[in-house]
């Protein structure tokens, strides 16, 4: 596919067209089932039946997901809070945004030695059963350094304009709960250590794929430097989602 070196534009309006894109290139990838590219050697089966497993596929089942879950406990946690803060947190992550991750592990577009062999024996509705399960958790938000919240805050709801760098909240909303139509992640409560990680692969040059939505992570990503990074893993990392307020807050 072809590669958009073009900078990041206008948050809101190069979402929508990097969504509306990211739609159908993945609507064409289903179909015809490209061979991954650097994992095509070890990968030959699967093809014939995915269309099958396609079409039968039902929405996700959170108590089926319980009990295939098991096996991931071991990294994510058995409720989805890792405690191993290199692990991500899947607790209260989107059904639709697992499930592409998923598929990118088992394709290979998302590279991940681990994650390749977690997925895949798994079928699109093993897939879907997993991610709502993990969509019915609720993330443990951690705590964030307060020596780098303020910064990390900045750049999280207002980017910095000067260094074209979007906020972050344009697509991930301003509680870091993300949106799950567009496949946004959900950030809040993310261990830090992850955060970092994952933003410095970006830095770096690495990406998830190869289709336009995968080029918007590596492209803001390349405009943090390490400090930038270290705010925003804090930060996020002590962000709570929404739904979580009521109970903190109880009201006076
Ligand atoms: C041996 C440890 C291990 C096990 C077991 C494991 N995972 Fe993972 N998982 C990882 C690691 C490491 C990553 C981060 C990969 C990366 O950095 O790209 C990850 C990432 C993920 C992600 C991406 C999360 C995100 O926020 O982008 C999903 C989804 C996921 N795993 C689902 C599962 C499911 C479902 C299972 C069980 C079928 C499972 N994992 C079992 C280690 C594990
Ligand atoms: C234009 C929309 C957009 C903006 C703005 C944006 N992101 Fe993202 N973000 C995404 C998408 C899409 C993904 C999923 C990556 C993929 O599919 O390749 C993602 C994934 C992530 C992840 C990985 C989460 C996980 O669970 O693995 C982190 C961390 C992240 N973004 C941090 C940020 C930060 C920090 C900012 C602000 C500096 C930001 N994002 C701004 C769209 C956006």
Redo the contacts with the bound molecule.
């Keep these: 596919m072809s590669f958009r070196s073009a900078g990041f534009r206008p948050a809101a309006f190069g979402s929508a067209l990097a969504l509306a894109l990211a739609l159908s290139t993945t609507a064409v990838m289903a179909q015809e089932a490209p061979a991954p590219v650097a994992a095509a050697s070890a990968a030959a089966p699967a093809a014939a039946p995915a269309s099958v497993a396609e079409a039968a596929v039902k929405p996700g089942d959170a108590a089926a997901g319980q009990a295939?879950?098991a096996?991931?406990g071991?990294?994510?946690g058995m409720d989805g809070n890792s405690a191993d803060a290199?692990?991500?947190k899947?607790a209260g992550?989107s059904e639709q945004?697992?499930v592409r991750?998923?598929t990118d592990?088992k394709s290979g577009q998302?590279q991940?030695p681990?994650?390749l062999g977690?997925?895949t024996p798994?079928s699109v509705q093993d897939m879907h059963d997993?991610g709502a399960y993990?969509a019915s958790q609720s993330s443990r938000p951690g705590v964030a350094d307060q020596a780098l919240v303020e910064q990390g805050e900045t750049l999280f709801r207002q980017g910095d304009s000067t260094r074209g760098i979007p906020a972050c909240m344009a697509c991930h909303s301003i509680d870091g709960r993300g949106n799950p139509g567009a496949m946004y992640?959900q950030l809040a409560g993310?261990h830090a250590q992850?955060v970092e990680?994952?933003l410095k692969a970006w830095h770096d040059g690495a990406s998830w794929g190869t289709d336009t939505r995968s080029q918007i992570m590596p492209a803001i990503a390349a405009k943090l430097d390490a400090r930038d990074i270290a705010a925003l893993a804090s930060y996020i990392e002590g962000l709570h989602p929404a739904e979580s307020k009521p109970a903190a807050a109880a009201t006076p």
């Design positions: 295939k879950a096996v991931c071991a990294c994510h290199q692990y991500p899947l992550q945004y697992i991750q998923l592990f998302r991940n681990i994650m977690m997925a798994l997993l993990f992640p993310q992850y990680a994952t």
